[in-house]
């Protein structure tokens, strides 16, 4: 069970920067940034014999060893509305059998974490998918040749709009289904593209994820070929802020049928 008194659930630690002058009083801020996060959450174990309680305790060391990997942290409140921490654990169940910390059936730790990406996650995917079909030919034997159709070479959406519900930035992720000749997407002056070519970029049937989170940054297709040598210069790999966006994506599809899907997990200060 969990008792009163967690710590380090709600805003993230600030780290402040700033420049001193010799000549004026105080400092002069420079900049902020939000550190990593410290919780703290006080268990209380208890077993209906000391052969229980020694199992429950094993099972919560094995499950909080760092070797093992990150703890998620599941925290829901009367609205049903779960948000999810990442931390590793830190210290806190040494063990300490003094009279008001253990006895013989029960224990209580108190469970330090750190979450090095210090931000609540929802479990609602923010998701947003085009499909282009297939070209139409320009010689047909079903329709005349009058009147012309004319067939767009490139799809172009300069001002689509994204709203990210979140209380921070959000890093989207970028699929690609194939045939793809080329594409760029833009925001606010940051852009990264694969420029179009004669060929295709991302063949028929092949899906390229393009990654934009930190830590990961990457452009792998299904069949894990890297093509982050085929971005134009200067790649931007922009984030979302909170609330709505105005994007900019420009794809020319192939010779056949393609799409285009945007996906992010909303980022929240606290649970």
């Not at 079903?142 to 890093?171: F, H, Q």
Request: aromatic share 12%; hydrophobic share 35%.
């Amino acid at each position: 069970m969990i008792q009163a008194g967690a710590q380090g659930l709600d805003m993230p630690p600030v780290e402040l920067h700033a420049d001193a002058s010799p000549n004026l009083h105080g400092s002069i801020y420079r900049s902020a940034r939000y550190a990593q996060r410290e919780v703290m959450i006080p268990v209380y174990i208890h077993g209906i014999d000391r052969r229980t309680l020694r199992q429950l305790k094993d099972r919560l060391i094995d499950a909080l060893d760092p070797m093992n990997g990150y703890c998620v942290l599941k925290f829901m409140e009367a609205d049903s509305r779960p948000r999810y921490l990442y931390a590793y654990y830190k210290g806190g169940v040494e063990g300490d059998e003094g009279e008001d910390s253990a006895g013989f059936r029960w224990t209580r730790f108190g469970v330090q974490l750190t979450a090095f990406d210090p931000w609540f996650y929802s479990d609602q995917v923010q998701i947003a998918e085009w499909k282009f079909g297939e070209g139409e030919a320009f010689l047909s034997t079903e329709k005349s040749l009058l009147p012309l159709r004319i067939e767009k070479g490139m799809v172009s959406t300069p001002d689509l709009s994204v709203y990210n519900p979140g209380s921070v930035e959000a890093w989207p992720v970028w699929e690609l289904t194939g045939p793809v000749r080329g594409f760029k997407f833009s925001f606010k002056g940051q852009s990264f593209e694969i420029p179009a070519s004669g060929t295709d970029v991302v063949a028929a049937g092949r899906t390229l994820t393009i990654d934009t989170r930190p830590g990961y940054k990457t452009l792998k297709d299904d069949q894990d070929k890297n093509y982050w040598s085929s971005l134009g210069a200067n790649p931007q790999l922009w984030s979302l802020p909170k609330g709505w966006s105005s994007i900019s994506v420009e794809m020319a599809p192939g010779s056949g049928a393609s799409s285009l899907r945007l996906s992010f997990r909303p980022r929240f200060k606290t649970y």
